[in-house]
């Protein structure tokens, strides 16, 4: 079945790393479209970084571009997102998310628990 679970939330201070791990399942590790998403209180579901198609071309959005970086280890089937020089407006609950289709998409089919980032100022 799918499986998605977020771990490495937690505070840290603006300009500091760090690094988040989604553990997927066979199933949803296999998915065209695997990535992250954020969403800040108040705010809308905002796309933040993905590995798409059977390549796994990487995609960002430009707020995270050039910081944060994606990857994946394909034995142990997971998915890590390597937050660097964080900013108070990156503090969100971070979601692992993935879908069938290789287009970003504005509701991911599957998604975990979520994990807290806080950055302080």
């Known amino acids: 079945q799918v499986q998605l679970v977020e771990s490495g939330g937690g505070l840290v201070q603006a300009g500091g790393s760090l690094r988040l791990s989604c553990s997927a399942s066979?199933?949803?590790?296999?998915?065209?479209?695997t990535g992250w998403f954020r969403q800040a209180p108040g705010k809308e579901r905002e796309f933040v970084a993905a590995l798409i198609g059977s390549s796994g071309t990487t995609s960002y959005a430009d707020s995270v571009k050039g910081r944060f970086t994606i990857s994946r280890d394909n034995a142990k089937k997971s998915l890590s997102l390597q937050m660097n020089s964080l900013k108070p407006e990156d503090t969100a609950v971070y979601y692992c998310?993935?879908?069938?289709?290789?287009?970003?998409?504005?509701?991911?089919?599957?998604w975990g628990q979520g994990t807290q980032v806080t950055v302080s100022s």
């Open positions: 998310a993935a879908d069938t289709q290789t287009i970003i998409p504005t509701l991911p089919r599957y």
């Open positions: 066979e199933s949803t590790f296999r998915m065209l479209f």
